[in-house]
């Protein structure tokens, strides 16, 4: 079946403007998360969906970021004002259920900020 | 705190087996898994361990845990070119309502032909 699908594939944009990212995740697919991979780093985990549960936002590094499911299927990560610092790989992971066991990664939104 | 970590680098000659070990830090982690990055490409589970075991193998992979040291490995044995990638090992993080992974920085195998 289809995978992690995310959009768009790369993004550059110049400092001060706003970019949407979209991630459509695995059908049937409860949880969804969102990471940061900066340049030659690990991944930093953003934040969480599960199913119609309020989200774990923790992970978000500013005001200027936001994120928004629709039940179980498509979520969109908005940077308002974006910053250089933002310029990152964007990835969404989904998996089946609340433990997670499985977390399946699209192949991320490389965003550069100028 | 929440830190994960692993060697950067690591260089084998293909047939030979590599070992990238990692560090964890939570030992509540119910799941800890290796994930496996290309160039360019997005995130590859490889496998994950139960916390409650020793080793699991498959096929040329090899994990083995050591929960008193939270101490991680992953061997792969028969070492091909087509192993060279980042290695990531993570935690899982389980608190309240929510669930996330840990991911170490990362440990860069180059596989020399």
């Known amino acids: 079946g289809a995978g992690v699908s995310q959009s768009p594939s790369n993004k550059v944009t110049e400092k001060g403007k706003d970019v949407e990212l979209r991630c459509d995740p695995i059908?049937?697919?409860?949880?969804l998360y969102w990471y940061r991979q900066r340049l030659g780093q690990g991944l930093e985990f953003l934040i969480y969906f599960q199913g119609n549960s309020a989200p774990d936002k923790s992970g978000l590094p500013s005001d200027r970021f936001s994120a928004e499911r629709t039940g179980e299927s498509v979520s969109t990560l908005t940077i308002q004002r974006t910053q250089q610092e933002d310029s990152a790989v964007y990835l969404c992971a989904s998996s089946s259920d609340r433990g997670g066991y499985e977390q399946y990664f699209g192949p991320g939104t490389r965003l550069t900020v100028t | 705190g929440e830190d994960v970590e692993q060697s950067l680098f690591l260089s084998v000659r293909e047939g030979d087996s590599s070992v990238i070990n990692c560090t964890y830090t939570?030992?509540?982690?119910?799941?800890l898994y290796w994930y496996k990055q290309e160039p360019g490409a997005g995130l590859q589970l490889l496998t994950y361990?139960?916390?409650?075991?020793d080793m699991k193998q498959d096929q040329r992979l090899t994990v083995l845990l050591n929960k008193k040291d939270k101490h991680l490995s992953l061997r792969i044995a028969d070492t091909q070119t087509g192993d060279s990638a980042i290695y990531f090992c993570a935690e899982s993080w389980y608190g309240g309502a929510t669930n996330k992974l840990i991911f170490g920085t990362g440990t860069l195998l180059a596989v020399q032909p």
């Open positions: 361990i139960f916390s409650n075991m």
């Open positions: 939570d030992s509540s982690s119910t799941y």
């Open positions: 059908s049937g697919h409860t949880a």
